[in-house]
């Protein structure tokens, strides 16, 4: 099974913020990685797939980069309504879509 | 309008079964690959089940022997069937839509685009 890595598991920052969060799979996935933003009592929301590809709707200041192993979501400026929790999931394996743990992206 | 709904959630003791439903609206549900995802309280997302368009079926092994997911496409359902229940079950299970999209040097990328809202499910005495 492919396992993946999410760092940090706790990130806390300021509105304005330029913030990174890493997502390292345990073999190649080639860019068959999402991301995904989820806040409490909601479902998770799709951001990213394709590692860098956004989805329709989805604000500018996110993006994704990375391929193979190591892959980046990168926020480039934070807004109040980014914190939440994001979570990478590979789907190289069909059709065993891991997640990684999450990221908790809190206000400083 | 575009959404899954699911339902059949509950309280249920150890070594029960239940039985959840996800109901889909506003696309054509025969076309795409469905998933069961769940969530413990505070903890990260775990896939539990997969089915393609032609019925084939697929589990981890925490749950493979024990659930069964299948689908009803005159019904626009996608059902999962858990048998002998644990505490370890105690989630909220999301169902979750599978599209896929063309991308250039990739091919064919699956995601899970379209989710529902979850249905929680508690075992316990």
């Known amino acids: 099974d492919i396992q993946l890595t999410q760092s940090p598991s706790f990130l806390s920052a300021s509105v304005g913020d330029r913030v990174t969060i890493t997502c390292r799979a345990s073999?190649?996935?080639?860019?068959?990685l999402a991301w995904y933003q989820q806040k409490p009592g909601k479902a998770p929301k799709l951001l990213i797939y394709a590692a860098s590809t956004l989805q329709s709707g989805v604000p500018s200041r996110f993006s994704g980069s990375g391929s193979g192993t190591e892959f980046t979501l990168t926020i480039s400026s934070l807004q109040p309504e980014d914190f939440a929790t994001y979570y990478c999931?590979?789907?190289?394996?069909?059709?065993?879509?891991?997640f990684g743990q999450g990221t908790k992206l809190e206000i400083k | 309008e575009v959404q899954l709904v699911e339902s059949g959630g509950g309280l249920v003791q150890p070594g029960g079964s239940l039985r959840l439903s996800c109901a889909a609206s506003?696309?054509?549900?025969?076309?795409?690959?469905m998933h069961w995802v769940r969530q413990a309280t505070g903890k990260g997302l775990e896939w539990v089940s997969a089915?393609?368009?032609?019925?084939?079926?697929y589990y981890p092994g925490s749950v493979k022997g024990r659930f069964t997911i299948s689908r009803e496409n005159a019904k626009n359902s996608l059902y999962l069937q858990m048998n002998s229940l644990r505490a370890g079950d105690t989630a909220v299970y999301y169902c979750a839509r599978v599209s896929t999209t063309v991308v250039v040097r990739l091919g064919l990328v699956p995601y899970f685009d379209l989710w529902g809202r979850g249905t929680l499910v508690t075992v316990s005495s």
């Open positions: 089915i393609g368009t032609a019925g084939d079926t």
């Open positions: 073999q190649g996935i080639s860019s068959y």
């Open positions: 999931q590979q789907l190289n394996s069909y059709p065993q879509y891991t």
């Open positions: 506003g696309f054509t549900f025969s076309s795409y690959d």
